[in-house]
C-alpha cells in the first residue's frame, strides 16, 4: 500500500497564491506509476487538476488551471507539490492528492488512482 497526505489547504483571496504538499509512503512505494491532484466541489463530482509521472518526466493539467497552476515532485522527499497562482473562487474545493500504481490509459480519470489522501481545504473568497 501507499499512504497519501495532503497539507497546505487554507484560505485566500482571489489572485492570492497557495502551494499544497502531498507526501508519499508505504511499502508499495516503488510502485507508483504518477502522482495526481483532483479537486471536488461541495455537490460535485471529483475533478481532475493536475498529474505529474513519478519520474518526473512529464506533467500534464486541466485545461482551467494550465498557466496558473504548477505540479511537482521532490525526488528525495517523496514528495509532490501543487503549486496554485491566481486563485479564483471558483478555485474554491477540497483537493486531493492520490498515487496512480499500475498503468492506465487515461490519468484524468480519478478511476486510474489506487491511494486516495484525505483531502485539504482550499478557498478563495474576499
Known amino acids: 500500500q501507499v499512504q497519501v497526505v495532503e497539507s497546505g489547504g487554507g484560505l485566500v483571496q482571489p489572485g492570492g497564491s497557495l502551494r499544497l504538499s502531498c507526501a508519499a509512503s508505504g511499502r508499495s512505494i516503488f510502485s507508483i506509476e504518477v502522482m495526481g491532484w483532483f479537486l471536488q466541489a461541495p455537490g460535485k463530482e471529483r475533478e481532475f487538476v493536475a498529474a505529474v509521472w513519478w519520474s518526473g518526466i512529464s506533467t500534464f493539467y486541466a485545461d482551467s488551471v494550465k498557466g496558473r497552476f504548477t505540479i511537482s515532485r521532490d525526488n528525495a522527499k517523496d514528495t509532490v507539490y501543487l503549486q496554485m497562482n491566481s486563485l479564483k473562487p471558483e478555485d474554491t474545493a477540497v483537493y486531493y492528492c492520490?498515487?496512480?500504481?499500475?498503468?492506465?490509459?487515461?490519468?484524468?480519470?480519478?478511476?486510474?488512482?489506487?491511494?486516495w489522501g484525505q483531502g485539504t481545504q482550499v478557498t478563495v473568497s474576499s
Open positions: 492520490a498515487a496512480a500504481r499500475t498503468y492506465y490509459s487515461d490519468y484524468t480519470k480519478p478511476s486510474a488512482y489506487s491511494d
